[in-house]
T-cell receptor, first 111, second 115 residues
Framework: QKEVEQNSGPLSVPEGAIASLNCTYSDRGSQSFFWYRQYSGKSPELIMSIYSNGDKEDGRFTAQLNKASQYVSLLIRDSQPSDSATYLCAATTSGTYKYIFGTGTRLKVLA | DTGVSQDPRHKITKRGQNVTFRCDPISEHNRLYWYRQTLGQGPEFLTYFQNEAQLEKSRLLSDRFSAERPKGSFSTLEIQRTEQGDSAMYLC?????????????FGQGTRLTVV
């Protein structure tokens, strides 16, 4: 079983819509969760971090964490074509600060 | 603060040659990570350091791979006797060990092609 799982997509949404990206993790001891955006051929860029249950908002981005369900999500409001990228979910393993990544979800925002 | 810096950005090498990559972390960061990423996959953990101590190395990593972080500043990743399967993007990230914030930031990566 993969430690962090994401649907590879592609997820296609029209411009201006809300994009919803989901991630599940297997290590119940994981404490910290992150979303990274990665454009083709580039390195991952940190978008959001979330450490406690609930929602965390930053501009057009909202991260949601539910530790009981071992579920993390990222909502992108008012999606723009420039948001088209692969979104990576990551979690730190219990007892260390090693980051485990999912395979990423490819998002396509259609103009 | 110029962020995490990696050198070189691209490397083409012949199979069997040794290669070395360098990573300069964000200056106040005491944790440094190496990852490898192939097409369509997420970054795969290789190893990480806290200051100069190597705290963990992936069991998937063969003995041909070695990493150092002398004096707890920059780090190098060496691959000996490269194989075509080593072709990948090698990513370095750094973070500040702080219980309240564990965000890690990546460098631009080094793309290795073994021919």
């Amino acid at each position: 079983q993969k430690e962090v799982e994401q649907n590879s997509g592609p997820l296609s949404v029209p411009e201006g819509a809300i994009a919803s990206l989901n991630c599940t993790y297997s290590d119940r001891g994981s404490q910290s969760f992150f979303w990274y955006r990665q454009y083709s051929g580039k390195s991952p860029e940190l978008i959001m971090s979330i450490y406690s249950n609930g929602d965390k908002e930053d501009g057009r981005f909202t991260a949601q964490l539910n530790k009981a369900s071992q579920y993390v999500s990222l909502l992108i409001r008012d999606s723009q074509p420039s948001d088209s990228a692969t979104y990576l979910c990551a979690a730190t393993t219990s007892g260390t600060y090693k980051y485990i990544f999912g395979t990423g979800t490819r998002l396509k925002v259609l103009a | 603060d110029t962020g995490v810096s990696q050198d070189p950005r691209h490397k083409i090498t012949k199979r069997g040659q040794n290669v070395t990559f360098r990573c300069d972390p964000i200056s106040e960061h005491n944790r440094l990570y190496w990852y490898r990423q192939t097409l369509g996959q997420g970054p795969e953990f290789l190893t990480y350091f806290q200051n100069e101590a190597q705290l963990e190395k992936s069991r998937l990593l063969s003995d041909r791979f070695s990493a150092e972080r002398p004096k707890g500043s920059f780090s190098t990743l060496e691959i000996q006797r490269t194989e075509q399967g080593d072709s990948a993007m090698y990513l370095c990230a750094s973070s500040l060990y702080d219980s309240s914030n564990t965000e890690a930031f990546f460098g631009q990566g080094t793309r290795l092609t073994v021919v």
